[in-house]
């Protein structure tokens, strides 16, 4: 069977699984001890091991600290406060405060999912925001009534132009879903680049050496040490490369340009801060690590009945798998089932926890006093 996202972080023999209720409750109640409201502490636990639960590791319990050290450090205002700038019968445009990104993009997302429901299409920027988690969470929420979702964010710079070594985009995730007849929906959730930032914090983690033709120091070599790479990051003197790779001869240009799109779809729609000074700015002498959103929802049916557009994709994606394989090779997969697969799996067997992700809990748990929570660790 092809590897999946999970295994990485998994593979590791200090692993303790964990049950994903009993993460989500923990990530919950810290988010509450950073005085946090518990309706929004609700919302982020849910995004958090949403990801968990799908196998993308990078963005699950593991981005938990990464906010825990934010809000202490007043990077992110606890408070989220959402203000709509601007409105249409279609559309929208949201301040998020920088307030809690998950949240702020939990409500975008419920605000085009209405909108598409009375006009067919709903569609929200947001500026202001911060880090929000996986965007197909987002596309999901879109997918699980029975609409398409789209979703993008920009962030911190991390990838160069073609032909370029200097990180200037971010890792600008392209999200996209659609509901199918299947047992789960078709959900492509991916940045546009090879590798995301949070990927290498796994590799890192689990002190192994990252693959070839991945990232680019500013002398046009490859890197293959994790924790200097991410070391390099902050320095501006490495970066990951584009979908389609080092320059154009495997296409680099077209991870290159769809990563310029999603900046612009979450920059230019909305006001919003844009390439470089996503790595941080200052207000009121604090320090703000701010992006942008752009949320779509697409009301199938205003344009076709919902069972037989469910009925298309599901064929569609019943076909692609049982087209001929390669050599050597017994299954294709499409976009989302690997996720569903993980989250069946993960539902019973719990969430990997590997050694360096034990550390950050135990701090966690014992700054907070958090100490109704007896992990095995």
Same mark, same amino acid.
């Given at each position: 069977?092809?590897?999946?996202?999970?295994?990485?972080?998994?593979?590791?023999?200090?692993?303790?699984?964990?049950?994903?209720?009993?993460?989500?409750?923990?990530?919950?109640?810290?988010?509450?001890?950073?005085?946090?409201?518990?309706?929004?502490?609700?919302?982020?636990?849910?995004?958090?091991?949403?990801?968990?639960?799908?196998?993308?590791?990078?963005?699950?319990?593991?981005?938990?600290?990464?906010?825990?050290?934010?809000?202490?450090?007043?990077?992110?205002?606890?408070?989220?406060?959402?203000?709509?700038?601007?409105?249409?019968?279609?559309?929208?445009?949201?301040?998020?405060?920088?307030?809690?990104?998950?949240?702020?993009?939990?409500?975008?997302?419920?605000?085009?999912?209405?909108?598409?429901?009375?006009?067919?299409?709903?569609?929200?920027?947001?500026?202001?925001?911060?880090?929000?988690?996986?965007?197909?969470?987002?596309?999901?929420?879109?997918?699980?009534?029975?609409?398409?979702?789209?979703?993008?964010?920009?962030?911190?710079?991390?990838?160069?132009?073609?032909?370029?070594?200097?990180?200037?985009?971010g890792t600008n995730p392209f999200t996209a879903g659609a509901p199918t007849d299947e047992n789960f929906p078709f959900l492509i959730d991916c940045a546009t680049s090879i590798i995301q930032r949070g990927k290498v914090e796994v590799y890192d983690r689990i002190h192994k050496p990252l693959p070839d033709g991945l990232i680019i120091t500013t002398n046009?070599?490859?890197?293959?040490?994790?924790?200097?790479?991410?070391?390099?990051?902050?320095?501006?003197?490495?970066?990951?490369?584009?979908?389609?790779?080092?320059?154009?001869?495997?296409?680099?240009?077209?991870?290159?340009?769809?990563?310029?799109?999603?900046?612009?779809?979450?920059?230019?729609? %909305?006001?919003?801060?844009?390439? =470089?000074?996503?790595?941080?700015? &200052?207000?009121?002498? #604090? @320090?703000? +690590? *701010?992006?942008?959103?752009?949320?779509?929802?697409?009301?199938?049916?205003?344009?076709?009945?919902?069972?037989?557009?469910?009925?298309?994709?599901?064929?569609?994606?019943?076909?692609?798998?049982?087209?001929?394989?390669?050599?050597?090779?017994?299954?294709?997969?499409?976009?989302?089932?690997?996720?569903?697969?993980?989250?069946?799996?993960?539902?019973? %067997?719990?969430?990997?926890?590997? =050694?360096?992700?034990?550390?950050? &809990?135990?701090?966690? #748990? @014992?700054? +907070? *006093?958090?100490?109704?929570?007896?992990?095995?660790?």
């Open positions: 069977m092809t590897s999946t996202k999970a295994d990485v972080a998994s593979s590791s023999k200090d692993v303790v699984y964990i049950d994903f209720r009993t993460l989500k409750n923990f990530i919950k109640d810290v988010f509450i001890g950073l005085n946090v409201k518990r309706a929004d502490a609700d919302i982020i636990a849910d995004v958090l091991i949403t990801s968990d639960l799908r196998g993308i590791d990078s963005h699950g319990i593991q981005r938990c600290k990464m906010y825990y050290d934010r809000i202490k450090e007043g990077i992110y205002n606890t408070e989220t406060k959402i203000k709509i700038v601007k409105k249409g019968p279609t559309t929208a445009v949201i301040d998020g405060g920088c307030g809690l990104g998950p949240v702020i993009g939990y409500k975008a997302m419920k605000l085009a999912i209405q909108k598409a429901k009375k006009y067919g299409l709903g569609a929200v920027a947001v500026r202001n925001s911060t880090h929000f988690g996986i965007a197909g969470y987002y596309s999901l929420m879109a997918i699980n009534e029975g609409m398409i979702g789209i979703t993008t964010t920009n962030a911190r710079p991390a990838v160069p132009p073609t032909f370029g070594v200097e990180p200037m985009l046009g070599r490859s890197q293959n040490d994790p924790h200097e790479t991410l070391k390099n990051l902050e320095e501006s003197t490495a970066a990951l490369l584009p979908l389609g790779g080092l320059g154009e001869g495997t296409s680099g240009y077209k991870g290159f340009g769809y990563a310029t799109f999603v900046e612009i779809l979450s920059s230019g729609l %909305q006001d919003g801060i844009f390439l =470089k000074d996503t790595a941080g700015i &200052i207000e009121d002498n #604090q @320090k703000r +690590l *701010k992006v942008g959103h752009f949320f779509l929802a697409i009301n199938i049916n205003h344009f076709t009945h919902l069972k037989r557009f469910k009925r298309t994709t599901g064929t569609i994606m019943r076909n692609l798998r049982n087209s001929k394989k390669a050599p050597g090779k017994s299954r294709i997969y499409t976009a989302g089932e690997k996720e569903y697969s993980s989250e069946k799996k993960r539902k019973n %067997q719990g969430i990997p926890i590997n =050694k360096s992700l034990q550390e950050d &809990i135990k701090t966690m #748990q @014992k700054e +907070l *006093k958090l100490f109704m929570y007896n992990f095995p660790f």
